[in-house]
C-alpha cells in the first residue's frame, strides 16, 4: 500500500504559527479579499476553504479578510469586552481572532498568508458575543505599510469598516432573523495587541 508523504499542508489555524513577533507583527491567513462575490470561511475540521454564502447584497468588505492562526476568541477576550465596555453576560464567540489586512494592492484571491502590522481594532458584540476585529496594514505596503495607529487611517475608511460589519448580515427587506450587532468602542494598536494576546492565551488553554 503507497503511503502518504510525510509532510502535508499545515491546517491554516491549528498549523500555523501567528509569528514570533506577534502581536506587533502577526502571519495571518485570508479567507476572502474584496472582490468575492462569495463569503468563504475556513471548514475548521478540514482546514479547507469552504462557501458559506453568496454575497447577496451590495456590500463589499473593504479589506482582505481572515483570521489569526493559533487564536481563540472566548473567555478572556469576553471579559475584556466587560471591562471595557461595561455589559455584562458576554460570551466568546468560539472562532479565531478575525483581521481586516489594508493593502493598495489588488491580491485576487484567499487562502493565502500574509504579515501583518496591527494598528487597532474593532470592539464588536454579534448577539452577545465578543467578536472583535482587528486592523492591521500588510507589511511593506506602499500606502498603507507605514501607518502604526488606527487614528492615522482616513476618517471616511474607519467609518467604512465600521458601517460593514454593523450591516453585512442585514436584509434590506427586514424579513428574516436580524442579527443584534454593535460596535461600541475602536481602539488603537496597543488594545490590538492586548486582545491579540488574550485570544492566544485562550487558544492555549483550550487547545494546548
Not at 110 to 124: D, H, K
Not at 151 to 170: A, M, N
Not at 176 to 186: F, S, V
Request: hydrophobic letters at 35%; glycine letters at 8%; a negative charge.
Amino acid at each position: 500500500m503507497k503511503t502518504l508523504p510525510s509532510q502535508l499542508a499545515a491546517h491554516p489555524w491549528h498549523g500555523v504559527s501567528p509569528g514570533k513577533a506577534c502581536p506587533e507583527l502577526v502571519t495571518s491567513y485570508i479567507e476572502i479579499v474584496p472582490t468575492d462575490a462569495v463569503k468563504y470561511e475556513l471548514d475548521k475540521e478540514s482546514g479547507l476553504l469552504k462557501v458559506d454564502r453568496p454575497q447577496l447584497f451590495s456590500n463589499v468588505i473593504p479589506s482582505l479578510y481572515g483570521f489569526v492562526p493559533r487564536t481563540w476568541c472566548g473567555e478572556r477576550l469576553a471579559r475584556r469586552c466587560e471591562e471595557r465596555t461595561g455589559k455584562q453576560n458576554i460570551r466568546g464567540d468560539g472562532d479565531p481572532l478575525d483581521i481586516c489586512v489594508l493593502s493598495e494592492k489588488t491580491i485576487t484571491h484567499g487562502g493565502i498568508l500574509i504579515e501583518a502590522i496591527p494598528i487597532g481594532g474593532l470592539r464588536m458584540i454579534d448577539k452577545g458575543e465578543a467578536d472583535d476585529k482587528i486592523i492591521a496594514v500588510m507589511k511593506g505596503d506602499a500606502v498603507y505599510g507605514s501607518l502604526r495607529e488606527l487614528s492615522e487611517l482616513p476618517q471616511s475608511l474607519r467609518d467604512r469598516l465600521r458601517h460593514y460589519f454593523l450591516t453585512y448580515k442585514q436584509i434590506p427587506d427586514g424579513s428574516g432573523a436580524q442579527r443584534m450587532i454593535e460596535i461600541p468602542e475602536l481602539y488603537d494598536r496597543a488594545e490590538a495587541h492586548e486582545v491579540i494576546r488574550r485570544t492566544r492565551d485562550d487558544y492555549d488553554e483550550k487547545y494546548t
